[in-house]
């Protein structure tokens, strides 16, 4: 299934977001925060300053608790996330980016659009039964999180670092045979 550019697009911040407090942790500074901002393409206000770096750190749990979940279970934790930010999806297009929904004001915190965003991201992953594309890293030592959005899902590691590490293990067992 290839998802609209703004749901493939929360669900990459997401998944980001949440590994960034994986080691090694990531995401500690506030230039790192308007860093992933600018990255994302957030738009609406940015505080920029350590309360709102701290609000951000509260939802990486939820966050990665919906990312996980099994579909039943998602589906009540986004419910439960939009009618918390009592959330009204309306079309908008600014800059380059054409069509796309938001579903609060720019003017809200970043970690509730974070949270609203990822949820209206998550409703298409839902309807279009793809939770199997998203996961947790296969390798042994590592929590992070993973976002298959290969064409045969064949997707099994957070990064590169993760893969190498599982590829060298493999062959040194080879080798020790």
């Given at each position: ?18 590994n ?15 860093a992933f ?7 609406g ?22 990312l996980?979940?099994?579909r ?8 439960q996330?939009l009618a ?8 908008v297009?600014?800059?380059?980016t054409?069509w ?9 915190s970043?970690?509730v659009r ?6 209206m ?6 309807r279009?039964?793809e ?37 060298v ?7 020790a045979?």
């Amino acid at each position: 299934m290839v998802f609209a550019y703004d749901t493939e697009g929360a669900l990459v911040a997401a998944v980001e977001l949440v590994n960034s407090a994986e080691p090694p942790v990531t995401m500690t500074t506030t230039a790192e925060l308007g860093a992933f901002f600018v990255k994302h393409n957030y738009t609406g206000k940015l505080d920029g300053d350590q309360a709102e770096l701290d609000a951000v750190h509260r939802i990486l749990p939820r966050l990665r608790t919906l990312l996980t979940s099994s579909r039943d279970d998602a589906v009540q934790q986004v419910n439960q996330i939009l009618a918390e930010a009592r959330a009204l999806p309306q079309l908008v297009r600014h800059g380059d980016t054409d069509w796309h929904l938001h579903a609060v004001e720019d003017d809200r915190s970043l970690d509730v659009r974070i949270l609203v965003e990822t949820a209206m991201a998550m409703i298409d992953v839902i309807r279009g039964d793809e939770l199997s594309r998203l996961g947790v890293c296969a390798d042994a030592d590592c929590e992070g999180l993973v976002l298959d959005l290969s064409r045969n899902r064949s997707r099994r590691f957070c990064s590169t670092t993760c893969s190498n590490r599982a590829a060298v293990a493999a062959y040194r067992a080879r080798q020790a045979n």
